[in-house]
T-cell receptor, first 117, second 113 residues
Framework: EAQVTQNPRYLITVTGKKLTVTCSQN?????MSWYRQDPGLGLRQIYY???????DKGDVPEGYKVSRKEKRNFPLILESPSPNQTSLYFC????????????????FGSGTQLSVL | EDKVVQSPLSLVVHEGDTVTLNCSYE??????LLWYKQEKKAPTFLFML????IEKKSGRLSSILDKKELSSILNITATQTGDSAIYLC?????????????FGQGTILTVHP
């Protein structure tokens, strides 16, 4: 089944303890992206990747790192989480990096609810 | 700064009503506009609009892009309780921001029986 898989679904952690949220897609998609969703603010893009070893900052990259060593995986790393990073996180992928008409159709993962105490 | 604004933020209607959701944008390099529906968790794709495809329709849902007014509307006719969701608008960028997507805050639609 074609899907974007995020893990974990829920995570409670403490300030400063490094964590990684994994994202994997099985559709051979070039484009992958991370978003956070906060009430009243919609989805905000953190980082995106057009292809392997190519990553770019989105609107809110501070405090986050990503890597794209393989096409299927795009982990989100919080080196020193803080309470203001408590949020619902989504990973998404799309067929090509050009996001040509039809390719903008993002496939989203189920989300990761992160709480930083 | 690229900006996408949706209105209203929240809407409550009864089954059978028609609703219109709005999305306006101010971005440096517009490429396309997308609508998503978010029910429980992950958003699902509804429509994509570009300069060459400014109107889309699927069943009771339809969407129009107005490039002159830098806005889009999403219409839902004969609403059903299953239409209750958050509706998200996003603009895809081109040029030096190629690949960047900016979402609006979303409109929470509640349809009562």
């Amino acid at each position: 089944e074609a899907q974007v898989t995020q893990n974990p679904r829920y995570l409670i952690t403490v300030t400063g303890k490094k964590l990684t949220v994994t994202c994997s897609q099985n559709m051979n998609h070039e484009y992958m992206s991370w978003y956070r969703q906060d009430p009243g603010l919609g989805l905000r893009q953190i980082y995106y990747s057009m292809n392997v070893e190519v990553t770019d900052k989105g609107d809110v990259p501070e405090g986050y790192k990503v890597s794209r060593k393989e096409k299927r995986n795009f982990p989100l790393i919080l080196e020193s989480p803080s309470p203001n990073q408590t949020s619902l996180y989504f990973c998404a992928s799309s067929l090509t990096s050009r996001l040509a008409p039809g390719d903008e159709k993002l496939f989203f993962g189920s989300g990761t609810q992160l709480s930083v105490l | 700064e690229d900006k996408v604004v949706q209105s209203p933020l929240s809407l409550v209607v009864h089954e059978g009503d028609t609703v219109t959701l709005n999305c306006s944008y101010e971005v440096t390099n517009f490429r396309s506009l997308l609508w998503y529906k978010q029910e429980k968790k992950a958003p699902t794709f509804l429509f994509m609009l570009t300069s060459s495809g400014i109107e889309k329709k699927s069943g009771r849902l339809s969407s129009i892009l107005d490039k002159k007014e830098l806005s889009s509307i999403l219409n839902i006719t004969a609403t059903q309780t299953g239409d209750s969701a958050i509706y998200l608008c996003a603009v895809c960028m081109g040029g030096t921001s190629y690949g960047k997507l900016t979402f609006g805050q979303g409109t929470i639609l509640t349809v009562h029986p």
